[in-house]
């Protein structure tokens, strides 16, 4: 059988088409960098339409800290026991329990307020009124202040994950109270790769964080890990925490262990259908 004549015109479209499909699968199969996946979840973290777009959830939160003495031994415990609220990627908590008894009007008020303080004491600034973004803490402010390196590919509770590593950059300014800790923070980060969503976290301390030069107080070790939990309908909560931290009180020693843990998540959209 002869060969049929070649259009040219046909020729030249199938070799275009041919070009471009083999550059969408080289495209296709090009790795991800670590700077492409941490940006990719601060783009979901900070959307605005994604935040909206999260159903309403309540959950329980217990809270245990303990202060130990120099051996480690144990000084004193509180526990606390949160109901929570979120609404529009919005969190606000209401102590229910404290070290097991439950709160009267006044206690609980007064509870209230000191939770407050303390969380604007330790940011500088003011939560709004409807709530704080503790479900969603990654931004591009706090993203800019570290290096971030990719690691690896790793399963986590089923689902694959980006492992990256990140340490501060040098030189990073001190607006803050905060700044001062998050600029000696290293650690590890694992992503979740079909949602880039924070599945865990795990970071401690580089370097020494003094508070007015020492003279209010040091902290000289932390280590904080973080394990985040999915719900079926694909919204991310914090789940389990804990963490340790060493250092001084003006002039006494410091040692605290802190551990947390959400549970009984109910979807308040569907809890009353």
């Not at 026991?81 to 209401?94: A, I, M, N, P």
């Not at 492992?163 to 980060?189: K, M, Y």
């Not at 904080?224 to 020693?253: C, I």
Request: net charge neutral; aromatic share 6%.
């Amino acid at each position: 059988m002869k060969n049929l004549p070649r259009h040219p015109v046909l020729v030249r479209i199938g070799l275009l088409v041919l070009g471009l499909s083999t550059a969408l699968a080289v495209h296709a199969q090009t790795p991800l960098s670590a700077d492409d996946i941490i940006a990719k979840a601060v783009q979901r973290a900070e959307s605005p339409i994604a935040r909206e777009a999260r159903p309403p959830y309540r959950y329980t939160k217990h809270t245990v800290t303990d202060e130990l003495d120099s051996q480690g031994h144990l000084k004193d415990r509180h526990e606390k026991l949160y109901e929570v609220r979120v609404e529009s990627g919005l969190s606000s908590l209401k102590l229910i329990q404290l070290n097991g008894q439950d709160l009267s009007a006044d206690e609980q008020k007064k509870q209230d307020a000191q939770d407050l303080a303390a969380r604007q004491k330790l940011a500088d600034g003011k939560p709004g009124k409807k709530g704080d973004e503790r479900e969603n803490f990654l931004t591009a402010e706090l993203v800019a202040k570290y290096k971030f390196r990719l690691i690896r590919e790793l399963p986590i509770n089923g689902r694959a994950t980006y492992e990256l590593a990140f340490e501060p950059l040098p030189n990073l300014s001190e607006n803050h109270l905060v700044d001062r800790f998050l600029n000696q923070v290293a650690g590890t980060v694992w992503i979740d790769a079909q949602e880039f969503e924070i599945a865990r976290a795990e970071i401690h301390l580089q370097g020494e964080v003094t508070l007015w030069g020492g003279m209010i107080g040091t902290l000289t070790q932390c280590s904080y890990t973080l394990s985040r939990v999915r719900q079926p309908d694909g919204t991310w909560f914090n789940g389990l925490s804990s963490g340790f931290f060493q250092g001084r009180k003006l002039l006494e020693p410091m040692l605290i262990r802190t551990r947390s843990e959400a549970t009984d998540f109910q979807r308040l959209d569907l809890a009353f259908k």
